[in-house]
């Protein structure tokens, strides 16, 4: 028979993501709806390990749906990868009465949710993360405010670069993951994109389309570069000293975190919140909300763990079909 849970906590971990808040919201008031008890572990893993737990009522979450970051703080946690620190987390979780506990995070803080859950301690993953890096899910929190950040300030510099004729290489985020690249290379309409799942290091080919497209007299060279590519400062010289053409690096770094959420973040966030909240009063454990074929599920973290994806192949020909 299903554990009957009296009492929740939640947890934001990894990189943040504007709408975790408004996931927490959803977590909270939809536990309280159904007459749990709600519990807020500060500072992810971190705060767990260290017993940083506050209770939350319907007023600890007023007003922060608008509010990028998380109110609870995040964490990137070592001592929650062994062994002893998840059997010292789920002591914590038992020693504070809570059940079940909602993690909103990536794969990372999904594998730790992993280990509680076969700990005893129930436990839902909520995906958090600007990268939509995670394979059950069409949508990750903090997607959306990312790239319409990444985009304003690319069109900025898009500005200054036709002004001045220059070529610049835009880092954007995403660790090992192209698709704040790829959607901002398409959206911004950029010359080139280097997805760190697709490019080659062909700098010549690169050199190459720079020359050509000089010659057609296009005024600016825009090369969208993703972090998991990197260096694109070494990678700004070499072009200038190839092209005779002035190149500049701009890495956007933490700001793709930061700000109010879109509509969209505030909706998905809401939506999985709750999901994961119901999820966890009817006695589920060990589970992934995620957004499928226009469909909120869920998945066993084990299955999600293990799926794989890739950057759609059509939108990686159509980018490059339109940056001609
Ligand atoms: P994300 O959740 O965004 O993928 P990380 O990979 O940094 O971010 O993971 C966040 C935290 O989750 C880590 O700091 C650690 O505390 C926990 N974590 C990551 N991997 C594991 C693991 N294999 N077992 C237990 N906990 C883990
Ligand atoms: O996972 C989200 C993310 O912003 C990645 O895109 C980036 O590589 C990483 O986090 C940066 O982490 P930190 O804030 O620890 O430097």
New binding site residues.
Partial sequence: MAKEINTIGVLT???DAPGMNAAIRAVVRTALSKGKTVKGIMR???GLLEEEIVDMDAHSVSDIIQRGGTILGT???????TPE??MKGAEICRKHGIEGLVVI????????A??LAHLGINTIGVP??IDLDIACTDYTIGFDTAVNTAMDAIDKVRDTSTSHERCSIIEVMGRHAGYIALWCGIANGAEDILLPERYNHDEQKLINHIINSRKKGKKHHIIINAEGIGHSASMAKRIEAATGMETRATILGHMQRGGSPTCKDRMYASIMGAYAADLLCQGASNRVVAYKGGDYVDFEIDEALAMTKDIPEYQYEVSKRLSR
């Fill in positions: 971990s990894g990189g992810g893993y971190q964490a990137r946690c070592m001592d929650f990868v620190g998840q995070g990536g794969d990372g803080s999904f594998r730790g992993q280990k958090g993360t």
